[in-house]
Structures are given as C-alpha cells and as structure tokens.
C-alpha cells in the first residue's frame, strides 16, 4: 500500500516531508491540495486534519499530520538514521525539532501570511505583526547561529531530520525578506545543505516554481 502524502508544491512543510522521503528512499504517493483555492478547508479535507493545514500522511488507517511527526513516522518505518544513531542523538535531535515548532518557524509562517497570502488577497500587511515575528526571528536565530559556529549540521556532523525542520523557512525567506542574512553562520549551513543534499536543492526548485506561479497569475511580480 502506497503512502499518501497530501500536500501544496509551495508549502516548505511539504518540503520537510518531501526531502526526507526522498533521503530515506520511501516510496510516496503525493496527493495536490490548492492551499491557494481553500482546498485544505473543504468539509472533506477538515476529516484529516481539522485545522485544515497540509501536509497529512494517509498509510492505510494512519492519518497524522504535522510534518514532524510524519517525518518521524516515515524515518522509524525506513528505520532511518535521520532521527539519530543513538538513544542521545536522537534525544537532541528531537529538541531541535520540538525547538523549531515553538521559536522558530511560526514567526517565518506569519510573516509569510502577512506579506505574501495578504498581498494575493489585496490587503496590506500589518506591520506590527511583521515587526513581532521580526524581533522573535532574530532572537531564535542567534541561538541557532551560535549553534552552528563550530558545528556543519545543528546535530552531530551530518544531517539529520532536525536540520529539515529548521531549514524550512528558508524555502520563502527570499520572499518574505525575514532577516536570516544577518546570521552568517546559518547562512553558511543553508548553502551547505544545498550544496551537499541534493534533495534539498531539488524541493526548493518545486515550492520557487509554485509560488513564483502564484504570484505571476495573481498580477505580482516574485
Ligand atoms: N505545524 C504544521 C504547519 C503546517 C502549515 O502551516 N501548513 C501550511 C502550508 S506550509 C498550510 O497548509 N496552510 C493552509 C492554510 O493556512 O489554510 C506542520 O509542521 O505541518
């Protein structure tokens, strides 16, 4: 039975999941959710994920979403070394993991609704909001940039799922102008990882194609 992964081509939580299957050699079936028409929010779609957020895993009666845990489920199915070696490792990736679901990329969501879903929407960002997820990004990426001095992944010296859940916001950042430039060494490792994770470079290309594709059909230059 194949696993369904229902999900946007612009999400980078879709990404998450998409990069990952393709590191651990898991077979997936993608199923195309239009986040920009609603299709997440239709009564049938609300049946899998009643926040009516992508991406869901379907596995025959396992339906999970966030893509965390789907990451995880896929990576102990694979019995992946993504999720750590040892009871240790896999202990700080998953702090790392939960780290990034707190501090780190809800500031980077938000400030892509503000500046990109509003625009398509022809409202104007709230720069309040902006200015928040602003300060809050900084403060977490200086953790993560001091983290990252002497160190080439955020666990260990290879990547691991952990460095996936983080690198997600970078897939927008470009558009939503967050202020991760300020941090060389998190700049240094997101060229790492797309240097030396060909799958990385590769989703990029899918969510810069989708949203690019958005925007153009919407009148707004990317
Ligand atoms: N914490 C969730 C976040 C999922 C999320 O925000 N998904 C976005 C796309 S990246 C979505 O489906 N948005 C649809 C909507 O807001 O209507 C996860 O990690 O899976």
Known sequence: MTIKIHGDPGSGSLRRVTTAARLMSVGIERVNVDLFKGESH????LTLNPHGLTPV???GDVVLYEASAINLYL?????????GRTPRERYEILQWMFWSGEQWRVFSTLTFDERIVKRLLGK??????????????????AVL?????DRPFVVGDRLTLADLDIAAPFSQSERTRVPFGEFPNLVAWQRRLLDTVPAWAETRKEVDDRIEGVLVAAGISP
């Open 75 to 83: 990576a102990e199915k694979a019995g992946s070394d993504l999720l």
């Open 42 to 45: 239709t009564p049938e779609f």
């Open 124 to 141: 104007p960002e709230d720069t309040g909001v902006v200015a928040l997820a602003a300060r809050k990004i900084r403060e977490a990426a």
């Open 57 to 59: 895993m379907v596995d």
């Open 145 to 149: 940039d001091a983290r990252l001095a």
